[in-house]
T-cell receptor, first 116, second 114 residues
Framework: AQKVTQAQTEISVVEKEDVTLDCVYE???????LFWYKQPPSGELVFLIR????DEQNEISGRYSWNFQKSTSSFNFTITASQVVDSAVYFC?????????????WGLGTSLAVNP | GAGVSQSPSNKVTEKGKDVELRCDPI?????LYWYRQSLGQGLEFLIY????????KSGLPSDRFSAERTGGSVSTLTIQRTQQEDSAVYLC????????????FGNGTRLTVT
């Protein structure tokens, strides 16, 4: 089965706290791509990162970092020193095999509220 | 440059009426997608256009749903005889090519069927 699970439905933190959003996936394919998208209150999903299954290096982009672990089928997302502007729904997604946006499998999202 | 533009941003309609939702993709993007986002559910793929190829309609939930893309640019999603279960946010996205290119989304159209 192909599946993406974001177990945390809602998270609430206070500004400047670090927060990790979990993403666990299931796939039979050896080649696949993982994505994170952010959906702020305006509604427009914004691409954050893409990772292919052969690249397990963690990535850091400013306050954002991603931890990809094939051994646990997880692709977790950490925001360091969270800010109010980080408040959004975050989606993890998987596209199996060679990658095809029509086959994207989406998690249900984690709603993050960062309070001042 | 301009992003993906969708209109209207909100649409309230009575059950049984037809609605048209519009998407203007990023210039030069050959691939265009429609997704539906319902409360408590993930994004649901509806239909895909790539250049002049026949669209992939495999995600359309019923024959009341149809879409077209004119001149390889603007797309219209039409829902006939709307039902309350059609209430959702309809998102359009485009990409330069299909394979694993990150999606560029519009702000969506929130459809409410009363």
């Amino acid at each position: 089965a192909q599946k993406v699970t974001q177990a945390q439905t809602e998270i609430s933190v206070v500004e400047k706290e670090d927060v990790t959003l979990d993403c666990v996936y299931e796939t039979r394919d050896t080649t696949y791509y993982l994505f994170w998208y952010k959906q702020p209150p305006s509604g427009e999903l914004v691409f954050l990162i893409r990772r292919n299954s052969f690249d397990e290096q963690n990535e850091i982009s400013g306050r954002y970092s991603w931890n990809f672990q094939k051994s646990t089928s997880s692709f977790n997302f950490t925001i360091t020193a969270s800010q109010v502007v980080d408040s959004a729904v975050y989606f993890c997604a998987l596209t199996p095999n060679a990658g095809n946006n029509r086959k994207l499998i989406w998690g249900l999202g984690t709603s993050l509220a960062v309070n001042p | 440059g301009a992003g993906v533009s969708q209109s209207p941003s909100n649409k309230v309609t009575e059950k049984g009426k037809d609605v048209e939702l519009r998407c203007d993709p990023i210039s030069g993007h050959t691939a265009l997608y429609w997704y539906r986002q319902s409360l408590g559910q993930g994004l649901e793929f509806l239909i895909y256009f790539q250049g002049n190829s026949a669209p992939d309609k495999s995600g359309l939930p019923s024959d009341r749903f149809s879409a077209e893309r004119t001149g390889g640019s603007v797309s219209t999603l039409t829902i006939q005889r709307t039902q309350q279960e059609d209430s959702a946010v309809y998102l359009c996205a485009s990409t330069p090519t299909e394979y694993n290119s990150p999606l560029h989304f519009g702000n969506g159209t929130r459809l409410t069927v009363t």
